[in-house]
């Protein structure tokens, strides 16, 4: 049976767990809130999960309250430790913590499938993560992820709204995406400037290959790139712009945010199908 673990405004306190603005930092000290963003990952019975930036700890306690085998909580601020080794304590062999810049973690290597992410995320580094798990996608069961709502939304934004781009295309692409949960400043000590939402991310079963991810990566920051020019003008960095174009059936006038994600897919094949080629 786990050990009572102190209040974590009391943690905070005593540790002297100020967030820092320099780290993305704000903190979810609400219990119940971290309990039902673990609840969104659905069950996680003989899963092992990464958790991201925990902090004082409160969505790690909530995650070692479901069936989950194994959690490894990446953290940076040195200041965080011993209030993680409470809770490491509390909870013998389901906890790892590994202070570290997330970025620089195979964090897949070190959990046993079938894994999943399920973080509040810094701010500063939640677009770039999310991108290396969109990578690595078919290692990873889902991600259940938090970010600034604006970030939440142009994961999850159709073609022709506001903030469809380059990460929607990436994101829906690789896997099913929804925002599952908004919540407001309020939640968060201290208070953002801006509201927060957990995204549901769920990799489709059939992922693309490696080269072919990198075909994409390469189209999308081309098209995205200059959103007002018209594609035959955007994608010219690209080489050959109007024949791969052509080959995708679609019209050079067109924009980036008029496309469906399947329209990406398919010139992010022809223009690997294109480099195939050119090498011989």
């Known amino acids: 049976m786990s050990a009572v673990l102190p209040p974590l405004t009391e ?18 000290l609400d219990e119940a809130l971290c309990a039902r963003i ?5 069950d996680l019975a003989g899963r092992e999960v990464l958790e991201v930036g925990p902090g004082p700890g409160g969505l790690t306690r909530a995650l070692l ?11 940076l601020d040195e200041r965080a430790l011993a209030a993680l080794a409470e809770v490491e304590a509390a909870h013998p062999g389901r906890l790892e913590v590994l202070r570290a810049d997330a970025m620089t973690v195979d964090a897949a290597a070190r959990l046993a499938a079938p894994r999943q992410v399920v973080a509040n995320l810094p701010y500063n580094v939640g677009t770039p993560l999310l991108i290396g798990w969109l990578r690595e996608a078919p290692r990873w069961e889902r991600l259940t992820l938090m970010f600034q709502e604006e970030v939440a939304l142009r ?34 000590r201290p208070p953002p400037k801006v509201h927060s939402a957990v995204v549901s991310i769920v990799p489709h079963a059939t992922q693309p290959e490696p080269v072919l991810f990198r075909a994409m990566e ?16 955007a994608l010219k960095p690209l080489g050959e712009a109007e024949a ?16 469906p994600v399947a329209a990406f897919d398919a010139l992010a094949r022809a223009l690997l199908a294109r480099d195939v080629l050119s090498r011989g």
Do not use: D, S
């Open 11 to 28: 943690v905070v306190a005593r540790h002297g767990l100020a967030a820092r603005k320099a780290l993305g930092q704000h903190f979810l």
């Open 65 to 75: 309250g479901t069936a989950v085998t194994r959690v490894l909580a990446v953290e």
């Open 155 to 188: 994961i999850t934004a159709a073609p022709n709204t506001e903030h469809y781009g380059r990460l929607a295309v990436l994101a829906q692409w690789c896997a099913e995406c929804r925002v599952a949960l908004r919540l407001p400043p309020g939640a968060f």
């Open 218 to 233: 390469r189209v999308t920051a081309a098209a995205f790139g200059q959103r007002r020019k018209m594609l035959r003008g």
């Open 38 to 42: 673990a609840r969104l990952a659905g």
């Open 244 to 259: 791969l174009l052509a080959a995708c059936g679609i019209a050079g006038e067109r924009r980036a945010e008029e496309l």
